[in-house]
Structure formats: C-alpha cells, structure tokens
C-alpha cells in the first residue's frame, strides 16, 4: 500500500479518482435524461406523438436494448466510471499492479468518450491518469 510520504502512484490515483466521479456523473446525467419519462424522453422527446417521430419514436427508433442506442451508451457511461473508480482506488493500494489498473483506467476512459466521457474532461483526466499509472516505476 502507498505511504503518505509520496511512494506509489498518488497523482495516477488522484488523477483517476476524479476521473471516475466526473465519468460516473455523467454516465448517472445521461440515464436520467434517457429514461423514458415524457418530460425528458431521449430523443425527440421521448412520447411525442405527431411529426417525423410518428408516435412512440417512430423513425427516430435506435437499435439496441432498452429501445435504443442511447440507452445503451448511458449504461456504457455508468459502467465505466465505476470501473474507473475501483481501478483509481487498486492504483492506490496495489501499487506494484499499477501498470495493470493503468491499462484498465487508461481503456474505460477511453470508452467512456462514447457515453458523455465525464463531459469530455473525465475522460482525458482518466487517459492521463492511466499513463501516469502504466509508466510509473517504484523508487528505489
């Protein structure tokens, strides 16, 4: 386990953490906003009956579960800020693994960028905190 005295990988951890909330954040953000309620409705506004949406989504149907792509790239954003939450904390306390949870922080950041990324910023924080963990060396 990292030492409070600055041994491990405390900035990838640090860098990471936060890029887990923001990512996390926005994935929860995106699943309100797509989850079927007619206030909010995804695209086009969910039951909108009338128009080029012709009723219940009408042509503007996605593919995918849960009635569309939308859906599915909101739960991307979901699942990918927790795993990039439980890789920041295995950063902090396997550091001599840290190259391996930067593989997986520096991947799901990536992924993320599908589903709202953190609002972008959560994404590039968890791709630089994932290079950080991947080229991290102990001290000697």
Same mark, same amino acid.
């Given at each position: ?63 995918? %579960? @849960?009635? *569309?792509? /939308?859906?599915?790239?909101?739960? &991307? =954003? !979901? +699942?990918? #800020?927790?795993?990039?939450? $439980? ?26 960028? %599908? @589903?709202? *990324?953190? /609002?972008?910023?959560?994404?590039? &924080? =968890? !791709? +630089?905190? #994932?290079?950080?963990?991947? $080229? ?5």
């Amino acid at each position: 386990m990292a030492t409070p005295s600055g041994e491990g990988p405390v900035a990838s951890f640090v860098l990471s953490l936060i890029a887990g909330l923001l990512v996390l954040a926005g994935g929860a953000l995106v699943t309100s906003f797509s989850s079927g309620l007619p206030q909010y409705g995804g695209m086009m506004g969910g039951y909108y009956y009338g128009g080029l949406t012709g009723g219940y989504y009408g042509m503007m149907r996605g593919f995918g %579960f @849960g009635g *569309g792509w /939308f859906y599915g790239l909101a739960a &991307l =954003g !979901v +699942v990918s #800020g927790i795993v990039i939450l $439980v890789g920041a904390v295995m950063i902090y306390n396997q550091p001599t693994k840290a190259s391996t949870w930067g593989a997986i922080v520096f991947a799901f950041s990536i992924a993320s960028l %599908f @589903g709202m *990324g953190g /609002f972008f910023f959560g994404s590039i &924080l =968890g !791709v +630089v905190g #994932g290079v950080l963990a991947i $080229v991290w060396k102990p001290g000697a």
